[in-house]
């Protein structure tokens, strides 16, 4: 009977790895209660569609771009992000099925202030409790080059970034970014 269970949970542990696609640049559309937004995602898919972390760039139709980076669920923004826009503003916390529901927003030069469409009496999570000390709003920063062909991340300064060609380089904002897209570490730059 253990054997059983345990081919059975290794069959499924192959399964969900195996549906999980990491993606790069890929062509999204973004529908959140009717509104459409055309973007480029880097991240996890499942099935065709984002789940897990990612990345979503787009420009909305009057030309001001933003990001999204976070978690996604089912094709939309689930779970703890951050939203950037051209401008400097950004809304960092927690996202609802791509509404943005509860964390500290920093709009056109306005002060960071709480934003919460949360009832009241719920108590905080640890994540969000995190957010009470905010410290100053920065857009994020490239920190690693991975290569497209090798599926190897190295630090900006490594010796293979400079010879990479531009069309085989993804960019990570995170070591964690890079790993969870299945990107390996350089055994030279050691990131």
Not at 51 to 73: A, E, M, Q, R
Request: proline residues 5%; charged residues 20%; contains cysteine.
């Amino acid at each position: 009977m253990k054997k059983i269970v345990c081919i059975v949970l290794t069959i499924f542990l192959f399964l969900s790895i195996a549906l999980a696609e990491p993606v790069t640049q890929q062509p999204y559309e973004l529908v959140v209660d009717g509104e459409s937004r055309i973007g480029k995602y880097t991240g996890n898919m499942e099935n065709g569609i984002p789940d897990g972390y990612g990345l979503f760039v787009t420009t909305n139709p009057n030309g001001y771009s933003w990001h999204y980076i976070g978690n996604w669920k089912a094709g939309l923004m689930h779970g703890e992000g951050s939203t950037y826009w051209e401008d400097g503003s950004l809304e960092i916390g927690e996202y609802d099925e791509g509404h943005f529901v509860f964390g500290y927003c920093y709009y056109d030069g306005a002060d960071l202030e709480l934003y919460s469409t949360l009832s009241t009496d719920r108590s905080l999570t640890d994540s969000e409790s995190a957010l009470v000390e905010p410290t100053e709003p920065t857009e994020p920063t490239v920190q690693y080059i991975g290569n497209k062909n090798s599926h190897v991340f190295h630090k900006l300064d490594c010796g293979s970034v400079k010879i990479m060609k531009d069309k085989n380089k993804v960019n990570f904002y995170s070591r964690e970014e890079a790993i969870d897209m299945h990107y390996k570490p350089c055994g030279e730059c050691n990131p």
